[in-house]
Each structure stands twice: as C-alpha cells, then as structure tokens.
C-alpha cells in the first residue's frame, strides 16, 4: 500500500494496479514546504477529500494524532474524515503538544475513542505505536501497546521503524491481527514480509523524498550546466 502525496502521484499509483493508498504525513507537509506534523486538520481534510476523489481504490489517512487532546475532540476529527471518502485512517500514540509517546493507559483510551468512532462512521482503524520510529528501541513494550490497542478496538497495528524480520515475526505472532510494516530500504523484502504474516506494507514517505530527490538532483545538474540560468533575458 504506497503512500502518495499529492493528486498526480495517487493517480501515477493507482494506475500501476495498486488496490489500496495511504497518505503520508510527511509526504503531505514536504508538498506544501513544511516539516513533518506541521500541517492543520482543515488542510489534512483537504488533502484527504482531493486524493480520495482523484482514485478509485481505498485511502487510508495518515491522521496522525487525530489532532485532538481528548477523546471528544477524536470522535469530531473521525467525523470529518468520514466526509472526505476515505476508506480508514491511522492514529498514532506520540503527543506533539508534549513532544514525547503518551502513556499506555492514555494512549489505549484514545484508540477506543478511535475505534468507537470509526465503528459509528464506517472506517477501518489502524492504531501506531511509534517507539521504533522515535528510536525507542523497546520491543516487549510496542507490543504491549499494539496488544492493548487492539483490545481497544482497531482493526490493524502498525509499529512503524521495525526493521528485523524476527522482531516483525514476534509482534505478528504477539497480536494475532492484520500488523502494517514500513517497508524501509535496509529492511526485509516484501516476500519476507509476506512469509512472516505480515498483511500490508506501507511506504511512509519514502517515495515522495525520492521524488523529491529527484528533482534536486535534476536541477543541480541542470543550474550547474549553464551560466545563464537565473540570469534576466536580454533586451
């Protein structure tokens, strides 16, 4: 399940015959100049609604934290992202009003507000743990985390920045429900994955900070091979 980040590259992979998309978070904020976690919830539903419309396979949308601090305001953000077509969306436990992972117990009552509300509208849930990606290198706790969730009531787990096949195959086995992997370019192949159990595999933003590198790359060596970029025509 690739992540696109903008409406060309939903359809570049929708076209491919990819049956599902994601957004990306980051992905989303570097279209729009920003870091990552530096985008609004209007502009989030924005983005969500256009990509949503622009391909006829499921979206999936990366809702961060649900961009609440507690769980009425989660119940009005699922709310929201029912009205944009998408088919799911991602809630994930680090706090970035605190900057720091929230606690077991606050982060679990935020997935059942999640789950709770997802139910009402419609939408498949998939609840993050965000140790590994924050360099918690934590393996028994991330699967306390992804065992309580699903208790909570998502419908997938997903503990992004794992990246050994055995750690992966322990948190498969552990929650006994669909787990979501970032694939990572250091990480185990897609058949690797697959053999392990693992039901969807994600992209994050990797393939618009390829894009992206891309593109620099390509006016680098187009700036540096002419004097005369940059400078006004002649009259």
Known sequence: MPNPWDIGSAKLLASLGFAA??????????????PDRHVTLDELIEHATALAQAVDVPLNVDAECCFAEDTAGIAD???????????????????????????????TERVGAAAAAARRDGLILTARAENHI?????????????????????????????????????????????????????????????????????????????????????ATELFESTSIVGQPPKR
């Open 134 to 218: 924050c360099g918690i290198q934590d393996l028994d706790d991330t699967i306390r985390r992804l065992t309580a969730y699903r208790d909570a009531g998502a419908e997938v787990v997903y503990a992004p920045g794992l990246t050994e096949l055995d750690d992966i195959a322990r948190v498969v086995s552990a929650v006994g429900m669909p787990v979501n992997v970032l694939r990572l370019d250091k990480g185990p192949s897609i058949a690797e994955l697959t053999a392990a159990g693992v039901r969807r595999v994600s992209t994050g933003g990797a393939l618009a900070r390829a894009a992206y590198d891309g593109l620099r790359q390509a």
């Open 21 to 34: 998309l994601a957004t990306t978070s980051s992905g989303h904020a570097a279209s729009l100049g920003r």
């Open 77 to 107: 953000t699922v709310a929201r992202l029912a009205h944009t077509g998408a088919a799911g969306f991602s809630i994930e436990d680090f706090n970035p009003v605190a900057k720091r992972i929230d606690s077991i117990g606050r982060a």
